[in-house]
């Protein structure tokens, strides 16, 4: 285990030897998993507001990104009238934290690029990947639900990512070869059974910080935990006199899945009480 925290304007510093997921890994957590995602549409005038809330979305092998819409969606009606035009297309991701906290925004992610409607020698194969990641929405694909909706590609041409981890940007298909965070399915529930039944616990790992924050001459007041994933926990601390920053406690190893994640939290827990 290992701690470390941001500089006072609340960016992260860079530690050697840390682990922590590529620009391409980030992007594709953010696509796949519970942050909020809508698509805006420039060009898209005539088919009522450029903006829409996918019900589900994955990434492609070649790293466009696969939408379900709704077929009376501004989104829909405009990729079925542009049909082999080029439609440009932005998708904003908003990564907010699912406990209360200060700033809870925790990033943000774009990916531009076109949108076209999936062509029904391509449909069987993008079925497969949305519902591999989506299993709660595959009645959609039946042949009695498909006329409720409509697959969209948005073929990425620009990728780019600001978030706890820092700033930087991804090439199509790096994001198509990484793979989410295990951990980003569970993240929202596990943050706040954390910071509702283990509040102490949590609290515990300020100790373990020492004088590496730069902050020893105030002490700690609050601390929630802010972000979860394969290699490591992030709180968010709030000193006495109301100063925040963020400290992160990485895992000896990252973990795989849930029963990993349990043995590496015990492991964090015991070191604040040893």
Not at 182 to 198: I, M
Not at 231 to 236: A, D, E, M, P, T
Request: proline content about 7%.
């Amino acid at each position: 285990m290992s701690a470390c925290d941001d500089d006072e304007q609340g960016q992260p510093r860079p530690r050697e030897g840390a682990r922590q997921p590529t620009e391409a890994e980030r992007v594709r957590t953010l696509v796949e998993n519970n942050a909020s995602v809508s698509l805006t549409l420039p060009g898209a005038r005539d088919h009522g507001p450029g903006y829409w809330e996918p019900a589900a979305r994955t990434v492609t092998p070649e790293g466009d990104v696969v939408l379900l819409v709704p077929w009376d969606s501004p989104t829909a009606r405009a990729a079925a009238y542009a049909q082999d035009d080029d439609l440009s297309c932005v998708m904003e991701i908003t990564d907010v934290a699912p406990v209360a906290v200060r700033q809870r925004i925790r990033g943000r992610a774009r990916l531009a690029g076109w949108l076209t409607a999936v062509r029904n020698d391509e449909r069987a194969r993008y079925e497969r990947l949305l519902a591999e990641r989506h299993p709660e929405h595959s009645p959609a694909y039946t042949q009695a639900d498909r006329p409720a909706w409509m697959l969209v590609r948005l073929e990425t041409g620009e990728i780019s990512v600001d978030d706890l981890w820092g700033a930087g940007s991804a090439e199509p298909v790096d994001l198509g070869a990484a793979e989410p965070d295990p951990v980003a399915r569970h993240e929202a529930e596990l943050l706040q059974h954390l910071h509702s039944a283990h509040g102490d616990q949590v609290h515990g790992l300020a100790c373990l910080l020492g004088g590496r924050t730069g902050k020893q001459d105030a002490a700690v007041r609050d601390v929630v935990p802010l972000a979860l994933d394969r290699f490591g926990l992030r709180l968010r601390c709030t000193t006495a006199d109301g100063r925040a920053f963020d400290a992160r406690f990485d895992f000896p190893e990252p973990v795989k899945d849930t029963r990993e994640l349990r043995r590496a939290m015990h492991t964090l827990f015991a070191a604040a009480t040893g």
